[in-house]
């Protein structure tokens, strides 16, 4: 019960595409990332995830669109679908997901994080 501060932890996210836990709750993950450059597109069948921009912008691809999220914004893609994160430059999310969600869904690649790690 005590206050996380954001700056601190995101500092000890090792690398772009590395997920790492801060906080737990209901059977949710709060995880923060840091996106640079192009993830890979995916979806989730079972799980929602919600991306928390706290510094910097993004772009979330999907099939037939594309939606710009900035920092103080925060998008949520529905289970099932296809979507992709891509950055231009670093940009810092926190995410809210399920704890059993894989953070590449139905893909598995080098970006694929099978086990992650609390800061």
Known sequence: MNAINLAEKFAQVPGPYVPRIVGELNGQY???VRFEGPFVMHSHPNEDEMF???????????????VDVRAGEFVIV???VEHRPVADAE????L??????????????RLTQEKLEWV
């Open 96 to 109: 809210f997901e399920p704890a059993t969600t894989l953070n590449t869904g139905d893909v598995r690649d």
């Open 52 to 66: 928390l921009v706290v510094q910097g912008s993004f772009r979330m691809e999907y099939r037939d669109r594309s």
């Open 30 to 32: 709060v995880k923060l």
């Open 78 to 80: 529905p289970r099932g």
């Open 91 to 94: 940009c810092q999310v926190l």
